[in-house]
């Protein structure tokens, strides 16, 4: 197909040469001798004035019907501008309508829509300005994650959807079966489809280790499902998730490999998404850009969780989830630090054991294990991760401590047996993240179709 992208035609000198452009129409405006159209087609936040004259094209009766919605094939010449608000447009030679949007039964019409609207309508909400910029932002994000890895040669495992084991332990899992239960029989998992329970991945970190002691640095890139029933502006049922592992690495390097990839992925975006970012601080975030160029510019702190607990007792706040050693830190004591304390992101490791999960490496206190949280201001957690428990014998006490079925996790017991090293890891969620960089307060806008408790339309 010959056409030109309009972020192109946008950034091209006026050559007057001729160009094709394709796209939705925002609005059509002019009277009995020339129309203008502002002609968008998802490339860039900006449209393009489209000059139809009523002697340049023969269907100019057809053009003056076109409204907001409709997706038109225009021909013409990119020339100077000679009205304000833009450098070039387009002086149209041929207009075709390849689809006609129904007059004012189009739901975009040219007003303030809210977003709790919007989402109503999925399926049409990624033509609004402010659902273009967030998925521009969330194609950039993406791509720099990949970028960030294939350029330090990790490599991409793509690990299963399907599984048999629960890595969180937490039990919050979608379950999979072709047995019709609405018969009201009881469930017989050996004659299912796969001869035993198998629920959607919670995570492919288990697999990703696996990997990790074969190729040495890999990471994982997919939906994760996760059966919480917490219908708030920070959960999904399904989001996506980017889950590295490095053999032969300790905490130390986990947190440092962590620190570098948030930094960069924010970088990439800033250089890549200016104008996008720009738009949805005006609108949703007035400190955005400055609070992402904080993130960049700093170095994170470091502390354990000991000390954390410690500053968050002696800090006169009146918090509402207990700020005592061995409970879990909340996004009010996450957000205490980053924001008032330390005023910049912060890293805590070495949790109390009992809080975390089965496969994080003991360490030798007997108390707490070599695990770390990244927090971010505004938001709080934004990655956890860990060193693995590498030690075949530490990592069967602690299997059996919690009551979880060593036979369900033979494969990976394996791993210790034959050759072990020393690995860790971590997880970031796509979602978050996004949310975080456009600023966006509700984690349904930053997910084309948000699959929550009640919800799974489109």
Known sequence: ??????????????????????????????????????????????????????????????????????????????VASQGKGQSVEVQATAVRVLGWAEGEAYPLQKKGHTLEFLRQIAHLRPRTNTFGAVFRVRNALADAIHRFFQSRGFVWVHTPILTGSDCE????????????????????????????PVHLTVSGQL???????????????????????????????????????????????????????????????????GADLEFLQERYDKELLATLQHIVASSFERITYTEAIRLLAESGESFEYPTEWGHDLQTEHERWLTEQYFQRPVIVCDYPRDIKAFYMRQNEDGKTVA????????????????????????????????????????????????????????????????????????????????????????
């Open 1 to 78: 197909m010959n056409r030109t992208r309009i972020a192109e035609l946008l950034r091209a000198d006026p050559s007057d040469a001729p160009i094709r452009l394709m796209g939705w129409v925002r609005t059509r405006r002019g009277s009995k001798r020339v129309n203008f159209l502002a002609v968008n087609d998802g490339s860039c936040l900006e449209s393009i004035q489209v000059v139809v004259g009523g002697d340049d094209v023969p269907n100019f009766d057809e053009v003056q019907r076109i409204t907001t919605g409709c997706a038109v094939d225009v021909e013409g010449r990119l």
């Open 371 to 458: 695990a770390m949280d990244v927090l971010f201001p505004r938001i709080g957690e934004i990655i956890g991760g860990s060193q693995r428990e590498e030690r075949l014998d530490r990592l069967q006490a602690r299997i059996r401590e919690l009551g979880i079925d060593e036979k369900t996790l033979w494969w990976y017991l394996e791993t210790r047996r034959f050759g072990t090293v020393p690995h860790a890891g971590f997880g970031l969620g796509l979602e978050r993240c996004v949310q975080f960089v456009t600023g966006m307060a509700n984690i349904r806008d930053v997910i084309p179709f948000p699959r929550t408790p009640g919800s799974a339309d489109f």
């Open 207 to 273: 697999e990703g280790e696996l990997f990790a002691t074969a190729l040495g640095d890999i990471y994982t890139f997919g939906p994760t499902f996760r059966a919480e029933n917490s219908n708030t502006p920070r959960h999904l049922a399904e989001f996506w998730m980017v889950e590295p592992e490095m053999a032969f690495c300790d905490l130390a390097g986990d947190m440092d490999l962590a620190e570098d990839f948030v930094k960069a992925i924010i970088r990439d975006v800033l250089s890549g998404c």
């Open 169 to 196: 332990g937490a039990g919050e899992m979608f379950h999979v079966t072709t047995h019709d239960l609405a018969g009201g029989a009881p469930y017989d998992p050996a004659s299912d489809f796969f001869g035993k």
